[in-house]
């Protein structure tokens, strides 16, 4: 009996053939999903690489620039064509006579390519169409493919450059500016030549990394100080009581939070110094960086996602959390990536030479 009892016991142990077979055949093929898979410390080694980061930036750069431009279609005859209410033509006209023709300093002041155009005539509005369709397009092109190089970033900024500089009092607000330098920062940013995701002889720019967090910390810094230098109800904390009846566009929303009680509107005053005066100095501690550059990032763009839903200030907010993105590396953005796009920022010359 004991004999019986330990040779069950070594048969129901032994695999058994079918077994085997059924095995092999749910085994991981080359390519599937699950072979595909990175190891968790994989992941992890994704710290400090920007490859993925620089997808998303340009997508959503790509995305901004094409609202801008859309704008840009629907509006510019009207406001600066041949019969607009401010022409760009008499406009350039006015800085032609000023310095006695079109020369280096008249570009110089006014950079546009409009000089190199027929622009005092009817086709300045079939020209003003030109720059925004063309800029549509490669906006479009970089929002889909999600990789740029040099030439394609130089011509979207050069297009919208283009724009603001004849815009006069309607291209005069912040967010012009800020599209300007934010796209300005992102030729730096790809390669020469290259339209690859994740061109291995050209990885993320340290240098642009750290002018694009710059900027966010000159953004917020600024828009904090000009609210505690200018009117007491700042500094009385009350300014919040009229905020959302006074703002340029309230929407639906406003309406609600305005009927909030004085109390919160207090501490929402308190939440926006705390944000824009003493967040931003996280991204200068040197001990625990990554900790609180990932926190800085995070209390930004919920902040700005508040700004969004309680007004509208067309995309101003949303292009301020644009330079935020680069508080992030791609272990913060692996979530949204496939496994053959995590493999890859992890080697990107090994993936290259397959």
Request: proline share 5%; net charge neutral.
């Amino acid at each position: 009996r004991s004999s019986d009892l330990e040779f069950e016991m070594e048969t129901e142990a032994r695999p058994r053939k079918d077994d085997l077979n059924a095995n092999d055949e749910h085994a991981d093929k080359p390519g599937d999903a699950k072979s595909e898979e990175i190891p968790t410390l994989g992941v992890v080694q994704l710290k400090g690489s920007h490859w993925l980061t620089r997808i998303v930036f340009l997508r959503f750069l790509a995305f901004i620039y094409f609202v801008a431009f859309l704008v840009a279609r629907n509006q510019n005859k009207e406001l600066l064509g041949y019969y607009g209410l401010l022409p760009a033509n008499a406009f350039l006209n006015r800085v032609k006579n000023h310095f006695n023709g079109t020369n280096m300093d008249s570009i110089s002041l006014v950079p546009t390519l409009l000089w190199w155009t027929d622009y005092d005539s009817e086709t300045l509005d079939w020209l003003l169409d030109a720059l925004a369709f063309t800029g549509l397009a490669l906006s479009i092109f970089v929002l889909i493919r999600g990789a740029a190089n040099m030439v394609v970033m130089f011509s979207l900024w050069i297009l919208y450059h283009s724009l603001v500089n004849v815009g006069q009092r309607w291209y005069s607000f912040g967010w012009e500016s800020q599209l300007l330098e934010t796209g300005f920062l992102a030729i730096f940013l790809c390669p020469l030549f290259s339209l690859k995701q994740m061109p291995s002889e050209t990885p993320t720019s340290r240098v642009v990394r750290w002018a694009y967090q710059w900027l966010i910390f000159r953004i917020m810094i600024g828009a904090g100080l000009i609210k505690i230098r200018g009117d007491p109800c700042w500094r009385e904390l009350t300014c919040m009581d009229y905020h959302y009846e006074t703002q340029p566009v309230p929407n639906p929303i406003s309406y609600y939070l305005h009927q909030s009680p004085s109390q919160i509107h207090r501490l929402e005053t308190l939440g926006n110094h705390f944000i824009e005066l003493i967040v931003p100095l996280f991204l200068l501690f040197p001990f625990k960086r990554r900790f609180w550059t990932v926190t800085c990032g995070i209390l930004q763009i919920v902040f700005q996602v508040v700004l969004i839903i309680s007004g509208n200030l067309s995309f101003l907010n949303w292009l301020t959390i644009l330079p935020s993105l680069f508080c992030f590396d791609d272990y913060t953005f692996s979530p949204f990536f496939t496994a053959k796009q995590k493999q890859k920022a992890l080697d990107p010359h090994r993936s290259e030479e397959r």
